[in-house]
């Protein structure tokens, strides 16, 4: 029996982290860009064309066939990606499928869960899955909060998770790539089909190092599929299902603008914020993710850029109908996407040679020669909680509860400039704290807190405080925005917790930057 | 003692920053207390210590009491309690959180009353960032957009709103029940630094007089010394033709509304966009207003989605002599705001007769004039509000006075 976790340290940011994790060594965080591997990446086996079918085709009958083949048994690390976000069907037919052939203590390394994976908790407790290494939404999250999990949980960015499987520290014997179309070689892409999602980017690492590749979907066509953004040489085998997700939960039909006003407001302080920070101007780029608030700062950023009459050289995705009608304006020169949240958007990907897909290997990996999310002069995120030093986080809530993953959130720190619209307070409980109660993202690379009550600029960003000094934006100190939230709605107890714990946040670069401790029951 | 069981306040699926309590009396027993909160783990013990302050102000010893909290604040189960409380026993005692700092401002007669943001007046979650859209004033609503059985709990609602929530410099405006079920709501109200009452379905100044009456008897009962404006809604056949005499009914009402869904109803007509119905009723109203010098307020445009037809309709009002008009959704403060805006020759006089002023101060002068008119110290109140209207809104720099130096 592996222990869950041991020896604990004081890491860079102060934090006591393990450096043993499911029998596994430990790197604690050291600052950033300090930590640097002096190994060679992890080589996969190496495969020969003796091996596979002279005539390329290697579908076989079913997903359980695949497993079999491919040699699922006990211990070993399946993974699986969640283009087909709240709509897939495939990760819970594996653990079924694992169940039947009595497998147990497997690992399971997604990309992101969500909440149709609740029925995996019964895999949890009956030790099918020993523990998961992914972002935890919802339900799944709440069940490892309260210290549920064999396991220890790993939660990674999805750049820490391709950095993760390229530097071998997660070795992955099984994946399964669900794909919208497909050959039956295994070329592969998310462009075509009822399950269209956009792009495969996340399933990248996993086909390029994973012992064992399956593709699967509801749309073979014969070879070849083109674009093949998952490339059929990586790939040992093809299955075709009669659905691999359900539609209506993988894009919406149609994102919408927020309707709120506070949100808008948030959205248009940050607009008018990069406009007097002299960010918009001709040739800069930005990210702002799907988030009702984010989409709402791309659209006030379209508006400022038809009165300036100024044009970004790029917009990184998510995109969606907002981001796909600047770029057909005129507006942005290319969207280069991570992901696709609307019809419009894949529809645009696939249409439109402008609309460039990435993966997190270009966009995000920070062992690589550079990546993109560093090119990007703006970025919009968010965040359950921030502190004093503008360290944030977006994993656990202020009650302690894990139930979000990281996503690109950390990747696109390394932003020239991180902006964070948040409400000063949600229902009672405020953002703004003398201490996050996980810290994933570190203070020194969060640049400027807005609220609706007023904005905070990291002291670190001098240029950005100077070039706003004659603003009319409500410009606070940090401490004067949690005073402000405390007096309206009561200084917060602190959560309590168990002196275990039942997770670690990785920082991009391997090492852990906070553990995640279980709540009291 | 009677075990009667007494509610108040909401709860559901989509409440938020609001409560619901279920107050049971007993004979003994002691206090049994059942919190379930969505903010348990931060203010379980802060909202524990509450209920139990509450109930000890009132001499509650034996009850059970359960607060089903979906992140209400303190203020807000207060007069949550209190409701409860007061359904049960016959009290006139208050339970007051305190008048914060913010809220100690005072308004004036002649201030920019462009728009008024309306807020359900039994919903805690719309008061709360009320303020931070800036309008000119909001309107804590105790009349229509209250149920009839919540109209009790909505006066302590509002009452405790109107001490403990920050509206960052709004004017700070309640509307009260109509005639005579309003006079009711008064008392709530004037001890709480309330700077206008607007009054509904407003019919005669009959009604004005009595109400002043009932206000200055609880001004001098609290020692309140601020004034307190009314702002009349004539919603009715008879209001309009009786606009002139509310309009003139005390020096307190300082603006009169038009109210066009009941004015319209009361008419057997339908209420259309272009309002032809309804133009009579308006114009009268404006004359009357200039005919008092006191403001003529709009009534409200409510398709909250089309900010391009609330703009046209802005300017029909601003051309037929309103100056302002009522909000139900701050998204809609700025288009008015904008579409009121001081036009181009009105920022010009007003910068020429702020410039005099300044000149004449800088000299020293008692007397103000421009060429060879002299300015009434109200002018240049006005124009000075104007030029703070420019400049808020961008229309003019901050250096402005220059043009005059050379």
Redesign the interface.
Known sequence: MKTKYANLVKNAVGRMVPTEVNGEKQVPFQGIGKYKPESRKYGPKIASCADYPEDGNKQVASLKEALIKAGLKDGMTISTHHHFRNGDLLANQIFDIAKELGVKDLRWVPSASFPCHEHLIQYLEDGTIHHIEGSMNGPLGRFASHGKMKGMGVLRSHGGRYQAIQDGEVKVDITIIGAACADPFGNANGLYGPSASGLLGFALADSQYADKVIVVTDNMVPFPCSPWQIQGNYVDYTVEVEQVGVPEKIVSGTTQITKS??R??LAEMTAQLCLEAGIIKDGFSFQSGAGGTSLAVGDYFAKIMREKNIKARFARGGSNKYLVSMLEEGLVDYILDGQTFDLKGVQSMADNPNHVWTSPFTSYNYHGKGNFAGLVDVVILGATEVDVNFNANVVTH???LMLHGIGGWQNCLFSKTVILPIPLF????PVILDEVTTICGPGELIDVIVT??GIAINPKRTDLIEALKDSDLPIKTIQELKEEAEK???K??K??FDDELVAVIKWVDGTIIDAVKKVKS | MSNKIATAGNTGKKVRSDCFVTLELRDSGGIELELKSKVQVMYGDSNIELCKDVLSFYGIENAKLVLEDSGALPLVIAARIEAGVKELIDTDKEYLLDLIGENKYTSEKEQFRFSRLYLPGNTPSMMLNAGIHEPNGIILDLEDSVAFTKKKEAQLLVRNALRGINFYGAERMVRINQFPKGLEDVKYLIPHNVHMLLVPKCEGADQIQELEQKIEKIKKEYNVTNPVYLMPIIESALGVERAFEIASASENVVALAIGLEDYTADLGVKRTNEAVESFYARTRIVNACKATRIQAIDSVFSDVGDMEALKENVKVSKGLGFEGMGCIHPRQIKVIHESFAPEVDEIEKAKKVVNAFIDATERGLGVVSLGTKMIDPPVVKRAEKTIHLALSLGLIEENWRDEFSN
């Open positions: 006003p506070d808008l407001l202020s009650d302690g949600r229902d009672r409980i609706e009550r309206i709605c009561g917060p107890a959560p309590k």
